[in-house]
């Protein structure tokens, strides 16, 4: 993005073009492999280096504080840099700092692979789920008859219609997936939050050009169209605060 960034903006090229596209690209792939397992992967250093108990469970409530509030820091100040960096040099820059600034977490954090605690997946989650949901709607009709007592050993109680397949599948294999389920009913509603959440780097900025950002009472203090949505974040602390 840097480089796309570099030519002026009247003097669009294929090159930026290319280089735009490409940088999207590497964006979209490094996020969706960064952020399902790096807080997975944190969390196999404290689980698999540390026996159970108080302390344990204490470092791992500290190390995902720690994480979270590196995140959410991170994000808040990079939203309030960033835009002066745009604004006072150009988008190059703007791009460029953060771009150093992963190169350099990224080089840290391959300077210590030696010590990590590495492990390797297991199973394909996708497919355990797609079994299990597909034997239980197809043996469902055995449950609390002869035949589940036949291949079971006991009667298993009809309380869920995902018990079924518990005829071929590991009674815990089954009950997470059943909890899987009860846990997406309640997010259903989570792709609306996100839909309108995401607008605050598109539609937020959009508006907020279109705003004066001066605030006479803090020195003259001009917001950035892409610093509005840190301001109104602050201003929704505050005010439930």
């Keep these: 993005m840097a480089l796309a960034a570099v030519p002026p903006s009247d003097q669009a090229s294929v090159f930026?073009?290319?280089?735009?596209?490409?940088?999207?690209?590497?964006?979209?792939?490094?996020?969706?492999?960064?952020?399902p397992c790096v807080s997975a992967f944190g969390g196999d250093q404290i689980e698999w280096s540390m026996p159970d108990g108080e302390d344990k469970d204490r470092v791992r409530r500290k190390f995902f504080s720690l994480y979270y509030f590196a995140i959410n820091a991170g994000a808040f100040i990079s939203t309030i840099l960033t835009p002066i960096l745009r604004e006072d040099m150009s988008y190059a820059v703007a791009f460029a700092v953060p771009a150093f600034l992963m190169i350099f977490a990224v080089f840290i954090f391959w300077l210590g692979r030696k010590s990590y605690i590495d492990r390797p997946p297991?199973?394909?989650?996708?497919?355990?789920?797609?079994?299990?949901?597909?034997?239980?709607?197809?043996?469902?009709?055995?449950?609390?008859?002869?035949?589940?007592?036949?291949?079971?050993?006991?009667?298993?109680?009809?309380?869920?219609?995902?018990?079924?397949?518990?005829?071929?599948?590991?009674?815990?294999?089954?009950?997470?997936?059943?909890?899987?389920?009860?846990?997406?009913?309640?997010?259903?509603?989570?792709?609306?939050?996100?839909?309108?959440?995401?607008?605050?780097?598109?539609?937020?900025?959009?508006?907020?050009?279109?705003?004066?950002?001066?605030?006479?009472?803090?020195?003259g203090l001009v917001i950035q169209p892409d610093q509005m949505q840190v301001f109104f974040v602050i201003v929704w602390i505050l005010y439930y605060e």
């Design 122 to 219: 297991e199973g394909n989650i996708f497919s355990i789920v797609s079994l299990v949901t597909t034997d239980a709607f197809q043996l469902r009709k055995y449950v609390n008859t002869s035949d589940m007592e036949a291949s079971k050993g006991s009667k298993v109680a009809n309380k869920h219609w995902l018990d079924a397949a518990k005829l071929k599948h590991d009674d815990d294999v089954v009950e997470d997936v059943k909890m899987l389920f009860q846990v997406l009913v309640v997010l259903l509603p989570a792709p609306l939050f996100w839909a309108l959440s995401d607008q605050q780097s598109s539609k937020w900025v959009f508006q907020a050009r279109e705003m004066d950002g001066c605030l006479p009472w803090l020195g």
């Design 16 to 35: 930026t073009l290319y280089c735009t596209v490409i940088a999207l690209g590497f964006i979209a792939f490094g996020t969706g492999g960064i952020k």
